[in-house]
């Protein structure tokens, strides 16, 4: 390494550990929303193949939904509905309780 660089290692140890704390969880949460939705095909115990299938589409297709941070909301409910699941939208705003949009209901999706 040249003058003035530093390994992430070194970096790292100039930080103080609640810094370290809060980047570790920032990082874990962001691994998190990384991997949602295959999170859930796995809680459901279900391959990709398997999924795709039950989807009308083939793994390729679905992997590559899996990639994805910005899909169609029609996508996500169907994706939701055929491992089980049921999905709602929930704006919440400041100092007021969460209010659930009934309009974008599953039923709409259909």
Request: charged content about 35%.
């Amino acid at each position: 390494m040249g003058d003035g660089e530093m390994t992430l290692d070194d970096y790292e140890a100039t930080l103080p550990p609640d810094r370290l704390a809060a980047i570790d969880r920032d990082y874990r949460k962001l691994l998190q929303r990384v991997s949602d939705l295959q999170a859930i095909r796995d809680l459901v115990g279900q391959s990709q193949t398997e999924l795709a299938a039950r989807m009308g589409t083939n793994q390729g297709a679905l992997s590559k939904l899996e990639r994805k941070t910005d899909f169609a909301l029609r996508i996500f409910r169907r994706f939701v509905r055929q491992v089980g699941g049921e999905s709602d939208i929930v704006v919440r705003l400041p100092g007021r309780p969460p209010i659930r949009l009934d309009r974008l209901s599953d039923a709409s999706d259909r």
